[in-house]
């Protein structure tokens, strides 16, 4: 995924808000789907919407087809592609063009790329993407086996993410049972990275909890999560700090890069940094480090 469109935050927007450029998240989320809710979305009609239904204006979903949400990337949860609801979704999206598709309850791979495929036939241009919602234990189990799709040809898998309440209850682990289930998180990033991917860690639901919320999102960012997904606006402000770069780390990524591009370190593979000694692996870090500051420096102008 490029590294200048960083996917630091993921956030449910409520209705009233899913047309303002002017709010600081980096993904909208609509949700279409019956089970579970990502957005505060009627359920009678969001699909009509997407592409302009007979029976109502297009407002919400215009705004998909017509890039309305600033920029901002666009993802619809979808129903379960596999029911008459599920394949609907999918035929009204296509010619919308989001920028994903959000897959609810995945096991395999296999469904991922009949998504894919069914896309291609629709018409969906190649840059609407695929995301995988890993909520239930059998999609933990095969999560290398999911994140293979993104090396197939019509897998389109961009992104994991997790469904932290779904697993909590199948795997009926007691709330909150956050730190139970770290070797599930863990299992499904390694699958994420082996295969080059993003990964998303889920949503903290206790909205009268803002300490424990900030806790998680620095939780999330330490083990490795590209992004976390958001239920609330006032989760977009202490997400945003602690996905993002710092004023400290952008300096010393400038300073790094600074001291591997000098003509007489260009050619080394470890060079002395502030006094310790900093292999060239770390450049690549520094890069992803600048490239995000400058994404979001973006996106907030």
């Known amino acids: 995924m490029d590294l200048v469109d960083p996917r630091a935050r993921l956030r449910a927007l409520p209705q009233e808000r899913v047309d303002r450029p002017d709010v600081a998240e980096d993904v909208v989320a609509l949700d279409r789907g019956r089970e579970g809710r990502v957005a505060r979305v009627?359920?009678?009609?969001?699909?009509?919407?997407?592409?302009?239904?007979?029976?109502?204006?297009?407002?919400?979903?215009?705004?998909?087809?017509?890039?309305?949400?600033g920029p901002r990337e666009v993802v619809v949860r979808i129903n379960p592609p596999e029911t008459e609801d599920g394949e609907a979704d999918l035929v009204a999206l296509a010619p919308a063009a989001p920028d994903a598709i959000l897959v609810p309850k995945v096991r395999t791979s296999d469904t991922l790329i009949a998504v894919g495929s069914r896309l291609r036939r629709l018409g969906a241009p190649l840059a609407t993407r695929v995301w995988a919602m890993i909520e239930t234990p059998m999609a933990v189990v095969n999560a290398a086996e999911i994140a293979g799709a993104a090396r197939d040809v019509?897998?389109?898998?961009?992104?994991?993410?997790?469904?932290?309440?779904?697993?909590?209850?199948?795997?009926?682990?007691?709330?909150?049972?956050?730190?139970?289930?770290?070797?599930?998180?863990?299992?499904?990033?390694?699958?994420?990275?082996?295969?080059?991917?993003?990964?998303?860690?889920?949503?903290?639901t206790d909205l009268n909890d803002p300490a424990g919320f900030e806790t998680e999102c620095t939780q999330g960012r330490d083990l490795g999560f590209d992004g976390k997904m958001l239920i609330h606006p006032n989760q977009i402000g202490p997400t945003n700090a602690a996905f993002?770069?710092?004023?400290?780390?952008?300096?010393?990524?400038?300073?790094?890069?600074?001291?591997?591009?000098?003509?007489?370190?260009?050619?080394?593979?470890?060079?002395?940094?502030?006094?310790?000694?900093?292999?060239?692996?770390?450049?690549?870090?520094?890069?992803?480090?600048?490239?995000?500051?400058?994404?979001?420096?973006?996106?907030?102008?």
């Open 42 to 69: 009627p359920r009678g009609g969001l699909r009509g919407r997407v592409v302009g239904g007979v029976d109502r204006a297009p407002r919400r979903a215009a705004a998909v087809a017509a890039r309305g949400f």
């Open 154 to 204: 019509d897998g389109r898998l961009a992104a994991l993410v997790i469904g932290p309440n779904d697993l909590l209850k199948a795997s009926r682990i007691r709330p909150p049972g956050r730190a139970a289930l770290m070797p599930w998180l863990m299992h499904v990033l390694a699958a994420a990275r082996a295969y080059e991917i993003e990964a998303i860690d889920g949503v903290f």
């Open 244 to 301: 993002g770069p710092d004023a400290e780390e952008i300096a010393q990524a400038r300073r790094l890069m600074g001291v591997f591009d000098a003509p007489e370190n260009r050619e080394r593979g470890v060079v002395a940094v502030d006094g310790k000694m900093v292999e060239r692996l770390h450049v690549e870090a520094a890069r992803r480090t600048l490239a995000m500051a400058e994404a979001i420096a973006r996106l907030s102008a």
